[in-house]
């Protein structure tokens, strides 16, 4: 399902080239290796070195022609503060942290395409995704993956109005078996 769904968005397809920079033993792997190999686009995968230095990743960037690449706020971040000016037509995946705006907007001028993704561990990898688009409006966890439902409720779990604030409640095929409470 996960995969699934992040093939139709955030979107990949064969003609891609992803930079994998995590490393296998983290959940966001599964995101970086197996959404391109399911569907015959091609995985460039970083070395430890490579993704800690912003200039080293840069220049990868460009080496293997990638087409998107998903980090951290703060990667993205060390790789504009090492000088990297984007890539056009690059897609850019950003999760694990919360995306400040005035990173977004450099993003934005990097690439054709920013998406935010959010997800917690009890989750396969990515719950909830958004296309940040180019203006000063706050950036948001966005909307569920496929066959999955998201609900904002009070202590008590009951549903609460659109924009009033809460606790996150995700539920679907990608939560897993057993979470207790």
């Known amino acids: 399902n996960f995969i699934a769904s992040m093939a139709r968005e955030p979107g990949l397809d064969a003609d891609d080239t992803l930079c994998a920079i995590t490393t296998l033993s983290f959940d966001i792997a599964l995101l970086e290796w197996m959404l ?23 220049a990868m960037l460009d080496t293997v022609g990638a087409t998107v690449m998903q980090a951290t706020p703060a990667t993205w971040r060390m790789l504009i503060e090492s000088g990297w000016r984007g890539r056009p037509g690059m897609r850019l ?14 993003l934005l001028a990097c690439g054709s395409e920013l998406w935010n993704l959010y997800g917690p561990t009890e989750t396969t990898v990515w719950s909830t995704v958004e296309r940040v688009l180019p203006d000063n409006g706050p950036i948001t966890i966005g909307h569920p993956i496929s066959n999955t439902q998201v609900y904002v409720v009070d202590k008590h779990s009951r549903p609460l109005p659109a924009g009033i604030p809460g606790e996150l409640l995700i539920g679907g095929v990608g939560v897993a078996k057993d979470y207790l409470d």
């Open 36 to 58: 391109p190999l399911s569907l015959g686009a091609c995985v460039a995968l970083a070395d430890r070195n490579t993704t800690s230095d912003g200039q080293a990743l840069a």
């Open 93 to 106: 995946f950003c999760g694990g942290e919360g995306l400040p705006r005035d990173l977004a907007d450099r």
